[in-house]
């Protein structure tokens, strides 16, 4: 009967120690990012692997703004637009988008549909979240993956890049 009892607690040992010593998973994160002319507030990110972020996206400038997440910055005719490898495609996943309308845009009746935020338009293509000059919220939530490690860059490219040469660029550095 002891040599189960000991069988059994050896068994039982490595399992504890490997339990302990995993990492629990990273706290979600959630933030606002404020658009305006011409930058990202904050400019800079810092996502883990695990973590799941939501981001709440508002304007505070007098023009619409989108945010893009990618790597390698396409050219067009000579302008910056868009991404050659998009985070997201990357990730294979598509983060959630919502919109939380004020009650300015309720009172005017603006319709927003949800899912026509992210689209290809002007020839660049990958996901983006175009965000009007509203007091609207549009809110991006995804988990953190494996395939995301590394920095990436955050960036609108409205107006054939303008928006971009103009400093509307951020980094975003994922860490495991």
Not at 141 to 148: A, G, Q, R
């Amino acid at each position: 009967m002891r040599k189960i009892g000991w069988i059994t607690f050896l068994v039982a040992i490595p399992l504890i120690l490997a339990s302990c010593s995993s990492q629990a998973p990273p706290e979600p994160l959630e933030m606002t990012i404020n658009m305006a002319e011409y930058a990202f507030t904050p400019a800079d990110l810092e996502f883990q692997v695990g973590q799941v972020v939501t981001l709440h996206l508002t304007n505070s400038g007098a023009l619409e703004h989108e945010i893009m997440f990618g790597r390698d910055v396409m050219m067009m005719d000579g302008m910056p637009n868009g991404f050659n490898v998009d985070m997201f495609e990357t990730a294979g996943m598509e983060p959630d988008v919502s919109v939380e309308m004020s009650m300015e845009t309720e009172a005017e009746g603006d319709e927003h549909t949800e899912g026509d935020e992210h689209m290809e338009e002007d020839g660049h293509s990958g996901f983006m979240v175009k965000v009007p000059v509203t007091h609207d919220v549009y809110t991006m939530t995804f988990t953190v993956t494996e395939d995301m490690v590394g920095e990436w860059e955050m960036g609108c490219f409205l107006l054939d890049g303008v928006h971009y040469n103009s400093g509307m660029v951020g980094t975003l550095n994922v860490e495991k």
